[in-house]
């Protein structure tokens, strides 16, 4: 199973941004899914999951920003940015574990002040 991630991109504060995870198999076969972000010299963190019943749980730094879903006949789950501020600046990296773990190539998300 292969993760493709993309709609990353430059974006004033206050702006918005959707990022898409599209799986190359059935999302079905995840326990869960997930966004982390790695910002330049940081750790690698974890922003969003959304488990296969629907239960999502949030960093406290997004929470009332950002919102995971999932779109299953596109074997897809979406991260829909809100408000955007310049410390979101990372590479976001879809996720996906399934007895064992699955990485998405980075996408790149910038936001300037």
């Known amino acids: 199973v292969q993760l493709q991630a993309s709609g990353g991109g430059l974006v004033q504060a206050g702006g918005s941004l959707r990022l898409s995870c599209a799986a190359s198999?059935?999302?079905?076969?995840?326990?869960?899914m997930a966004w982390y972000r790695q910002a330049p010299g940081k750790q690698r963190e974890p922003v969003a999951r959304?488990?296969?019943?629907?239960?999502?749980d949030y960093a406290e730094s997004v929470k009332g920003r950002f919102t995971i879903s999932r779109d299953n006949p596109k074997d897809t789950v979406l991260l829909q940015m809100n408000s955007l501020k310049p410390e979101d600046t990372a590479v976001y990296y879809c996720?996906?574990?399934?007895?064992?773990?699955?990485w998405g190539q980075g996408t790149q998300v910038t936001v300037s002040s």
């Open positions: 198999g059935s999302i079905f076969m995840f326990t869960y």
């Open positions: 959304i488990s296969s019943n629907d239960i999502t």
């Open positions: 996720f996906a574990r399934a007895g064992r773990n699955y």
